[in-house]
């Protein structure tokens, strides 16, 4: 019985262990299912799907709701609109629930763009969206199982780059050499160009910054405030007389009368205008804030401004019309105003617009007359209180190194207001190159407001160029720089001047606003045909007949072409009326250097000289003619003839002798030269 028992239990185990291998080698066709812990698939990419593990969802040009067993989800035609992919509820799925939504057409783009949105009140990154903005871009996104979504950008084109950038948040990508904020509000107030901030809503912030100069006059490097208020880097263009005085008034024509009202600052108390009476009413008012409205800068349209003229029954009003555009401040997309803020150190004229971006040729550079002008009428902006009172105006500009042309529209000087200081790298460094268009019968720069009659203080050109190509013939009362009142550290420090062929380099004159001095301090003039090349006259180089003003001239250089060019120049430097120093002087092409020709005695000015050196083709280095009052020269050791026929012609009215070679003393003409 024993062994009956025990066979059985071996042919029961022996049967169990033959049904087991066959089906190990033999599965079968009938997978377990997924709830009961199987794949429900006979293959293992089967598996992978049913498990969810790999899944691709595609969706054309039409909105979608992403379900919570899609996997990757992307496009599969090209959108014509912006279309919106919206997430499963966060809780929908598992914590670690992860998911990819992607561009796999290719065919995004920044105004057909891709948006995921939440469901509900969940959040992505903090946020109700992401966007993919350009082709191939893609974000995978991961639930917490609860509210929340994290949204990491992928993708080919980094259009989405990354969530969050230095407080940036959103998709953030760089796009032409801009930070491009997408998909969220922009929150950094660091911003690659100005162009590129006009483009953006920053009503979030006070006060923003732009980076440097990356695309010329896109105003790089510049701080700007938000305001309220109007512009103050717009100059007035244009306005008429709205009443005219009625009756009354007295004939003639008014330089200094103020202007007031408004929004904008003038001169002193007020900005002038040339006021021309007639038949006892106002008939004109031109060049308010002189040329180009320099000096009348921070009005609107609108603006009403009123001056009280002698004799007039009635407040005389003039409006203005229009203003110019600013090239500095700009508006941003929602509206908000961006004032351009004056810097410490100065103003980078690049900041207003200016290119430097002349090499060699005018019709392929930009014209700068109106970013620079506007540049210096922004420069000048005063404060409400004057002057003398605690009061400020006027500034600094700073030209870059390279040349900017100037000038190819112009009809008028370009000016450069009271105060205002225009400093370069230097003398051969930075250049403003004047276009050969500009009117030949035209001063190119003027100091001041020529209208005003008023002294005007602190205005200098410093350290560049100003040039002209030798085939510019301007008439011979044209001057590349001109003024008529400035004083107290005012006029041109290291510059240079090339005229053209013909015409002035410089001239100061009249001297309106009393007793006071002006700077030629390291000057060189340079270029200049003779008078027979210049259809008569050439002009003098540089002319000064500034009254009862001191003139400073210090190491002055005289220069034109030779005789092979089209030279040598008739008159350098001359002089009819100041009271002139001139210590360093040299010449070269040059027929006259220096003529003193002051009538009416010596009230009427006095001319000192020493260190003065000739050079080429000079006939006298100083010229004295016979209207030229007695005794108003004196020149100083050391001196040298070098290359001139004589060291002074001395022509004055009954004089004999002229002065030939160096004196070891001073010597004063009376008429004839003696020692002093």
């Known amino acids: 019985m024993k062994l009956l028992r025990g066979l059985a239990a071996s042919a029961l185990a022996f049967m169990l262990a033959s049904t087991i291998a066959f089906a190990q080698v033999n599965p ?39 379900l919570a067993t899609d996997r990757v989800v992307g496009t599969n035609a090209a959108f014509t609109a912006s279309r919106t992919f919206t997430l499963p509820a966060a809780n929908a799925v ?20 891709l948006i995921i949105a939440r469901a509900g009140s969940d959040t992505i990154n903090g ?33 989405s780059g990354v969530s969050s950038l230095d407080g940036a948040t959103g998709a953030i990508s760089t796009q032409s050499g801009s930070l491009d904020v997408t998909g969220s509000t922009l929150s950094g107030n660091v911003l690659s160009s100005r162009t590129f901030a006009a483009t953006q809503d920053l009503s979030a912030f006070s006060a923003i910054q732009t980076l440097g100069y990356s695309t010329a006059g896109d105003g790089g490097g510049a701080i700007f405030q938000k305001i309220a208020g109007n512009f103050i880097d717009t100059r007035i263009t244009a306005g008429s007389i709205t009443n005219n005085g009625t009756s009354g008034c007295t004939n003639g024509t008014y330089y200094t009368l103020a202007f007031n009202g408004g929004t904008g600052r003038g001169e002193l108390g007020g900005t002038t205008g040339v006021i021309t009476v007639a038949g006892g009413v106002v008939t004109s008012i031109a060049n308010v804030g002189g040329y180009n409205g320099a000096m009348a800068v921070g009005y609107t349209s609108g603006n009403v401004l009123s001056v009280t003229v002698p004799g007039c029954a009635s407040t005389v009003t003039w409006t203005v019309s229009s203003v110019s555009t600013p090239t500095g401040s700009f508006t941003d997309s929602a509206g ?84 205002v200081k225009v400093k370069g790298h230097g003398n051969y460094s930075s250049v403003a190159k004047m276009c050969d268009t500009f009117p030949t019968s035209s001063n190119q720069w003027e100091l001041c407001n020529s209208f ?47 005229n053209g062929s013909c015409g002035r380099g410089a001239t100061y004159e009249t001297g309106y606003g009393g007793a006071t ?16 090349n210049c259809g ?15 003139v400073l001239v210090t190491n002055l250089n005289v220069s034109a072409y030779s005789s092979g060019s089209g030279g040598p120049r008739q008159f350098g430097l001359v002089i009819n009326g100041g009271f002139v120093d001139i210590v360093g002087l040299h010449s070269e092409q040059v027929v006259q250097p220096v003529q003193i020709n002051i009538s009416g005695g010596v009230a009427n000015g006095m001319v000192t000289a020493r260190s003065v050196i000739g050079g080429v083709d000079c006939v006298g280095l100083f010229t004295l ?18 290359g001139c026929t004589r060291l002074v012609t001395n022509s004055q009215s009954g004089a004999t002798t002229h002065m030939t070679s160096a004196s070891a003393t001073d010597v004063v003409f009376t008429p004839d030269p003696r020692a002093w």
């Open 28 to 66: 079968g066709t009938s997978p377990l299912s997924v709830p009961k812990g199987g794949t429900g698939a006979a293959t293992a990419a089967g598996a992978r799907n049913n498990l969810q593990v790999d899944r691709f969802t595609g969706r054309g040009d039409a909105n979608y709701t992403i």
């Open 94 to 113: 598992n914590a670690g629930h992860s998911l990819i939504v992607a561009d796999f057409q290719g065919t995004v783009t920044g105004s057909n763009t």
């Open 127 to 159: 946020g109700t969206s992401v966007t993919i903005s350009s082709a191939n871009g893609a974000y995978l996104v991961v639930s917490d199982g609860s509210s929340k979504w994290t949204a990491q950008a992928i993708g080919a084109a980094v259009a």
């Open 336 to 419: 908000n105003k961006w004032q351009i803020t004056y810097p410490a150190a100065g103003l980078d004229a690049r900041a207003m617009g200016v290119k430097f971006d002349w090499d060699g040729t005018d019709g392929t550079a930009t014209d700068n007359y109106t970013t620079l002008q506007n540049a210096f009428s922004f420069a000048w902006y005063k404060t409400n209180t004057s002057i003398d009172v605690g009061g400020t105006q006027g500034g600094l500009v700073l030209l870059t190194k390279q040349s900017a042309m100037i000038g190819c529209s112009a009809s008028n000087p370009i000016v450069v207001p009271y105060g």
């Open 452 to 498: 005003s009659h008023l002294a005007c203080f602190g205005t200098l050109l410093e350290d560049f160029q100003i040039f002209n190509s030798i085939n510019v013939n301007g008439s011979s009362g044209r001057s590349v720089v001109y003024t008529n009142n400035a004083q107290h550290e005012a006029g041109m420090r290291r510059m240079t001047i090339f």
């Open 517 to 532: 001095y002006i700077l030629l301090d390291g000057v060189e003039f340079k270029g200049g045909k003779s008078d027979a």
């Open 536 to 550: 008569g006259s050439g002009g003098a180089q540089v002319f000064i007949n500034f009254g009862t003003t001191q």
């Open 625 to 642: 003619p016979s209207g030229n009052t007695i005794g108003n020269f004196k020149i100083s050791p050391p001196m040298a003839v070098n």
